[in-house]
């Protein structure tokens, strides 16, 4: 069942990784180990995966900043592997999106189970129609996924790489306040510790580009020392 199947390992032990990894490559699957958090993040945008294993001690980016970012923009199968035993622990990950979550140590054949039995899951559910190619709200803004282009009344309003994914993450997480260090990490895919003037200065364009008013907003609304939120209503 798991042959040809592409898992991404978020491990920063290597003993356990190549334990984990040599497993699976065993059975054929094409595994790509990632020893912090933000190299797997890394090779999830760059990559094509039907599984991810996230261990919740990682350096750079922790295992639940890791789950809450991919859950963003995929529904992929998703296992938590942690030594973390404590309940609140385990449903912090859930309510993150994991799939399951499996304490250390455990075996190969337990973790193979699981996996299995999430993959059948997934596969059967995957029957459903794919996402619309096109998102069209009031006020004249179409967003078109597959062309990745932003129209308001009609017209290309030209974002730039940064501007669209700010635009497509909110957008696709409506009423969701995004806090600032949020849409700087999944954007530009790498942690800073001031980047409040950068987020600043691209939300302003994008709104400039959709023709907002800051005291009347129609799609980008400031959350008062939290962040933004995508507020746009969804033309049926």
Same mark, same amino acid.
């Given at each position: 069942?798991?042959?040809?199947?592409?898992?991404?390992?978020?491990?920063?032990?290597?003993?356990?990784?190549?334990?984990?990894?040599?497993?699976?490559?065993?059975?054929?699957?094409?595994?790509?180990?990632?020893?912090?958090?933000?190299?797997?993040? /890394?090779?999830?945008?760059?990559?094509?995966?039907?599984?991810?294993?996230?261990?919740?001690?990682?350096? /750079?980016?922790?295992? =639940? @900043? &890791?789950? +809450?970012?991919?859950?963003?923009?995929?529904?992929?199968?998703?296992?938590?592997?942690?030594?973390?035993?404590?309940?609140?622990? +385990?449903?912090?990950?859930?309510? &993150?999106?994991?799939?399951?979550?499996?304490?250390?140590?455990?075996? %190969?054949?337990? &973790?193979?189970?699981?996996?299995?039995?999430?993959?059948?899951?997934?596969?059967?559910?995957?029957?459903?129609?794919?996402?619309?190619?096109?998102?069209?709200?009031?006020?004249?803004? %179409?967003?078109?996924?597959?062309?990745?282009?932003?129209? %308001?009344?009609?017209?290309?309003?030209?974002?730039?790489?940064?501007e669209w994914a700010l635009l497509v993450l909110?957008?696709?997480?409506? @009423?969701?306040?995004?806090?600032?260090? /949020? &849409?700087?990490?999944?954007?530009?895919?790498?942690?800073?510790? @001031?980047?409040?003037? $950068?987020?600043?200065?691209?939300?302003?364009?994008?709104?400039? +580009?959709?023709?907002?008013?800051?005291?009347?907003?129609?799609?980008?609304? $400031?959350?008062?020392?939290?962040? =933004?939120?995508?507020?746009?209503?969804?033309?049926?």
């Amino acid at each position: 069942m798991l042959d040809g199947t592409a898992i991404l390992l978020a491990e920063d032990d290597p003993e356990i990784a190549r334990i984990v990894r040599d497993h699976f490559r065993r059975q054929r699957c094409d595994v790509t180990w990632a020893s912090t958090g933000l190299e797997c993040w /890394e090779d999830f945008r760059n990559g094509d995966y039907d599984l991810v294993i996230v261990d919740l001690m990682m350096p /750079e980016m922790d295992g =639940y @900043d &890791l789950c +809450k970012n991919i859950r963003l923009i995929s529904d992929v199968p998703l296992i938590i592997i942690s030594a973390r035993a404590e309940d609140e622990d +385990k449903v912090r990950g859930l309510q &993150l999106g994991a799939d399951d979550y499996l304490t250390k140590p455990f075996s %190969l054949t337990e &973790l193979t189970a699981r996996i299995q039995s999430i993959l059948r899951r997934y596969r059967q559910g995957n029957a459903q129609p794919s996402q619309a190619m096109k998102m069209v709200f009031k006020h004249g803004l %179409l967003v078109d996924f597959e062309r990745q282009r932003a129209y %308001l009344n009609e017209e290309d309003i030209h974002l730039t790489s940064k501007e669209w994914a700010l635009l497509v993450l909110m957008a696709t997480h409506p @009423d969701r306040t995004f806090s600032k260090t /949020e &849409l700087y990490e999944h954007v530009w895919q790498q942690r800073h510790e @001031d980047c409040t003037n $950068t987020i600043n200065v691209h939300i302003k364009s994008l709104r400039t +580009k959709l023709g907002e008013q800051i005291r009347n907003p129609k799609f980008i609304e $400031t959350v008062w020392g939290s962040g =933004y939120r995508f507020i746009g209503e969804r033309d049926q």
